[in-house]
C-alpha cells in the first residue's frame, strides 16, 4: 500500500494595523460645540426647556442670561486652551466691565466680551494663534445664532507668564490681588 500526502501550499500575508491618524478638532466645530454646551447650561441654571428662550434672553441683553452663558463660554474655552496647549498653566475669568454701582442698581447692561486671563509657562506664538482662531471661529457662531452681525470678538484674552506672576507685573499681579482677583475655570 502507498501512501500518498497531499501538502496544500497556502499564502500567508502579513498586514500590519496602523492607527488612524489623530485629528484635532477645527475651531469652528469646537466653537460650535462650545456654544451648545453654553446654552445648555444656561437653560439649565435658569430653568428653560429650550434653547431659544436662551437665545431670546441674550438677543434682549438679559445680564443673567449673558453671566451663565459667558461663564460657561470661559470654562470650555480654558479647558480648550488647555488641553491644545501644554504650556497653559490656569486660565481665569475676570469681570470688569461693569462698576459696583452699576450692578447694584441693576443698570449694566452684559458686554459680549469673556475676559480670561491664561497664565502660561511662556508665552508663544502658537498660543496666541490658537486663542485667535477660537475667538473668530467662537464670533461667528455666536454671531450667526444671536444676530450680532457687528461684533468683532468674543474673548478678550490677556496671555501671562510665570515671570509675570512672580513680579506682579501687568495681569500676572490680578492673580495676588486682595481687591478684585479673577475666578479661577481651569487647572492643569
Request: aromatic share 6%; proline share 3%; glycine share 4%.
Amino acid at each position: 500500500m502507498t501512501e500518498v500526502s497531499s501538502m496544500t501550499q497556502t499564502q500567508v500575508m502579513h498586514v500590519e494595523f496602523t492607527e488612524p491618524p489623530l485629528q484635532l478638532p477645527d475651531a469652528v466645530s469646537m466653537a460650535e460645540a462650545t456654544l451648545a454646551k453654553a446654552l445648555e447650561f444656561c437653560a439649565q441654571k435658569m430653568g428653560f426647556d429650550s434653547y431659544q428662550a436662551v437665545i431670546d434672553r441674550l438677543r434682549q441683553g438679559d445680564n443673567t442670561a449673558c453671566g451663565y452663558c459667558h461663564y460657561s463660554l470661559a470654562k470650555q474655552m480654558a479647558e480648550s486652551l488647555g488641553t491644545l496647549d501644554e504650556n497653559v498653566k490656569a486660565v481665569y475669568i475676570c469681570d470688569y466691565d461693569a462698576t459696583p454701582e452699576d450692578l447694584c442698581f441693576s443698570e449694566a447692561t452684559q458686554a459680549p466680551l469673556v475676559h480670561l486671563v491664561v497664565w502660561a509657562r511662556r508665552k508663544t506664538s502658537a498660543l496666541n494663534s490658537l486663542v485667535t482662531a477660537l475667538d473668530r471661529a467662537l464670533v461667528q457662531s455666536y454671531a450667526d445664532l444671536i444676530g450680532m452681525r457687528q461684533l468683532t470678538h468674543l474673548l478678550d484674552v490677556q496671555v501671562i507668564d510665570d515671570a509675570d506672576v512672580e513680579n506682579r507685573v501687568g495681569y500676572g499681579a490680578m492673580l495676588s490681588s486682595i481687591h478684585h482677583r479673577p475666578i479661577q475655570v481651569w487647572e492643569r
